[in-house]
């Protein structure tokens, strides 16, 4: 079966997908990167949540910034994920071209992303260039990255 992407505020969330949702973010970023982070940050209420589901499952999220949230001057798209059951079959990289198309839909302007440092080449893909602002996140290295309109 096709993965279906699925794209709502959080004021249209059901209870069911906020729980898949945040199930996934902890499954990701928590267990498999071993990361303990305050996921729940404030900014999940403002946003737009795109949402990957095959066959039933939630496999692949990302979180839509508007202007303002993350950055004063850009949009962002945030908490990009996929299972690991789905890896290296095309998932992650149909979940950031939506969530990309969706941005420039919603919110227009340039999007900038804070990235770990090891996926550059997968951004830049894409069209993103760093800015050159490295940094670190919860002890993983991290940098900018801005995909201009």
Same mark, same amino acid.
């Given at each position: !079966?096709?993965?279906?992407? %699925?794209?709502?505020?959080? #004021?249209?969330? #059901?209870?069911?997908?906020? &729980?898949? %949702?945040?199930?996934i973010?902890?499954e990701?970023?928590? /267990?498999?990167?071993?990361?303990? =982070?305050q996921?729940?940050?404030?900014r999940d209420?403002?946003?737009y949540?795109?949402?990957c589901?095959?066959?039933?499952v $939630?496999?692949? &999220? ?9 950055y004063?001057?850009?949009? #962002?798209i945030?908490r ?7 890896r290296?079959?095309? /998932?992650?990289?149909? $979940? $950031? =071209?939506?969530s %990309?198309? /969706?941005?420039?839909?919603r919110?227009?302007?340039? %999007?900038?992303?804070g990235?770990?440092? &090891? ?15 490295? =940094?670190l ?5 991290? !940098?900018?990255m801005? $995909?201009?309109?």
């Open positions: !079966m096709d993965p279906r992407f %699925i794209c709502k505020h959080f #004021s249209e969330l #059901s209870l069911t997908e906020l &729980y898949a %949702i945040l199930q973010r902890l990701v970023f928590s /267990i498999e990167q071993h990361c303990f =982070y996921d729940c940050d404030d209420q403002h946003s949540h795109l949402m589901w095959q066959e039933g $939630l496999v692949a &999220y990302s979180r839509l910034l508007p202007v303002g949230i993350s004063p001057t850009y949009c #962002s945030g990009v994920l996929t299972k690991s059951t789905v290296r079959n095309g /998932i992650g990289k149909a $979940l $950031l =071209y939506e %990309i198309r /969706i941005c420039r839909e919110f227009g302007g340039p %999007i900038k992303i990235a770990q440092s &090891y996926l550059e080449k997968f951004y830049n893909d894409f069209g993103f260039v760093s800015t050159g602002h490295h =940094y996140e919860d002890d993983i290295p991290h !940098m900018s801005l $995909l201009a309109e």
